[in-house]
């Protein structure tokens, strides 16, 4: 992940699961809107707003915008990696028809905001003021992703939202992983961290005497600067040999370039993303 202004570009893992699914064609179901068939009731997929700008760099790389009228300026690059054969052409096209193909109306090339956004924007204000709220937490998150493989340890890291809160889940099978100090500082560095500090911690890794066993947890409450009394973050790490549970997970994670658990994988419905940093 590189990031440049107000510009982001997020390089994507090929996904490596089903042949016949698209790791970049998930990515285009979850940010792309489209409107639902009248009277199926169903809700709006995609982000309201979110337009395709071009793509560029000989089909590689496909560029994001929200609309003006709704005041954010940041753009999204998606660059494919070098492996794959098809580009964003394929992709954007097989993603349209499959939308048409199940009564979806594409919007991401709508010149402003369709009605069906702008309902669905109105609706519940205060809902989209949460989600406001979270996103801005989960794309601060996203821009600060290498810490979470330069600071720590981890060989699995799940991330959700929940309400007003971004919950990450952790496993380490380094016993005693006091390190998560460490990422905690940085998380929370006044200089270029999240504007968060650690309220509440469940941890008891750096008692010397503390009795210490595999499964053992430690977790970690965060509170916001703006965001009132709503926690923005919770970290829980789990301490758990890397067995057999997760045999596919890291098979997953050497197929895409990882040496051991110094790369950074993320599980989304699925889906894999490397972080990147400029040099």
Request: net charge neutral; charged share 20%.
């Amino acid at each position: 992940m590189t990031n440049a202004g107000t510009s982001l570009t997020l390089h994507l893992d090929p996904y490596l699961g089903q042949e016949r699914y698209s790791f970049p064609e998930h990515c285009l179901g979850r940010l792309l809107p489209a409107a639902p068939a009248p009277g199926s009731g169903d809700d709006l997929p995609g982000i309201p707003g979110l337009r395709v700008s071009g793509i560029e760099a000989c089909d590689r790389q496909l560029r994001l915008h929200m609309l003006d009228s709704l005041g954010q300026p940041a753009g999204l690059v998606l660059a494919l990696p070098s492996g794959p054969s098809e580009g964003w052409v394929e992709v954007e096209r097989r993603h349209r028809h499959w939308c048409e193909g199940n009564g979806l109306r594409p919007l991401w090339t709508a010149p402003s905001l369709d009605p069906v956004e702008s309902a669905y924007l109105s609706a519940c204000p205060s809902l989209e003021r949460s989600r406001a709220r979270r996103a801005a937490v989960g794309s601060a998150l996203l821009r600060r992703i290498a810490l979470f493989h330069t600071v720590t340890a981890f060989y699995r890291i799940q991330c959700w939202d929940d309400g007003d809160t971004w919950k990450i889940d952790a496993r380490t099978a380094h016993p005693r992983a006091v390190w998560h100090d460490q990422l905690m500082q940085r998380l929370c560095h006044p200089k270029w961290g999240l504007t968060v500090n650690v309220s509440h911690r469940f941890c008891r890794c750096a008692e010397p005497d503390a009795p210490y066993q595999w499964n053992h947890t430690c977790s970690f409450y965060f509170d916001g600067h703006t965001t009132g009394k709503d926690d923005p973050l919770y970290l829980r790490i789990h301490a758990s040999p890397e067995g057999r549970d997760y045999d596919r997970q890291i098979k997953t994670l050497r197929q895409v370039g990882a040496s051991n658990a110094q790369d950074l994988w993320i599980s989304s419905s699925g889906g894999c993303a490397r972080a990147y940093l400029p040099e």
